[in-house]
C-alpha cells in the first residue's frame, strides 16, 4: 500500500511542476497522434536509458567551460534523477500526448551530439 501511496506522489510532484515557463518538448511538434505518441515513447524512454549520464556529463561540461565544478555535480545529480524519472514518467504516458511533463535541461541530448 505505501509503494502505490510513493507511486501517487511521485506522479503528482512530477505533474505539479510549472509546465508554463518550459518550452514545449521534442516530440510534441508531432501533427498526428500517432506521431506525437510514438515520438513521446521514444523521448521517454531515450531519457529514462541514458538520463543518467548526465551524472558525468554535466560536471565535464562545467570543467571545460572554467565552472565550478562542485556546482557541475550538483547540476549532473539532478539533470540525471530528474531525466531518468521524468523520461520513465514520458514512456508510461506515452498514450495520452497531451501530458508533457517538463525535463531538466530539456531532456538528455546524448543522441543529438551536443
Same mark, same amino acid.
Given at each position: 500500500? /505505501?509503494?502505490? +501511496?510513493?507511486?501517487?506522489? $511521485?506522479? #503528482?510532484?512530477?505533474? =505539479? %511542476?510549472?509546465?508554463? #515557463?518550459?518550452?514545449?518538448? /521534442?516530440?510534441?511538434?508531432?501533427?498526428?497522434?500517432?506521431?506525437?505518441?510514438?515520438?513521446?515513447?521514444?523521448?521517454?524512454?531515450?531519457?529514462?536509458?541514458?538520463?543518467?549520464?548526465?551524472?558525468?556529463?554535466?560536471?565535464?561540461?562545467?570543467?571545460?567551460? &572554467?565552472?565550478?565544478?562542485?556546482?557541475?555535480?550538483?547540476? &549532473? %545529480?539532478?539533470?540525471? %534523477?530528474?531525466?531518468?524519472?521524468?523520461? =520513465?514518467?514520458? #514512456? +508510461?504516458?506515452?498514450? +495520452?500526448?497531451?501530458?508533457?511533463?517538463?525535463?531538466?535541461?530539456?531532456?538528455?541530448?546524448? $543522441? /543529438?551530439? /551536443?
Amino acid at each position: 500500500m /505505501s509503494k502505490r +501511496i510513493g507511486l501517487a506522489l $511521485l506522479c #503528482a510532484a512530477l505533474l =505539479a %511542476v510549472p509546465m508554463t #515557463a518550459s518550452a514545449a518538448s /521534442s516530440w510534441a511538434d508531432g501533427t498526428t497522434y500517432g506521431d506525437k505518441a510514438m515520438g513521446k515513447l521514444k523521448y521517454g524512454l531515450t531519457n529514462t536509458l541514458l538520463g543518467w549520464t548526465s551524472l558525468f556529463r554535466t560536471p565535464m561540461k562545467a570543467s571545460q567551460s &572554467g565552472e565550478n565544478v562542485c556546482v557541475g555535480i550538483g547540476k &549532473g %545529480v539532478w539533470n540525471a %534523477v530528474g531525466q531518468t524519472v521524468g523520461g =520513465a514518467a514520458h #514512456a +508510461i504516458t506515452f498514450p +495520452i500526448p497531451q501530458i508533457d511533463i517538463p525535463l531538466p535541461e530539456g531532456g538528455t541530448d546524448v $543522441l /543529438s551530439g /551536443s
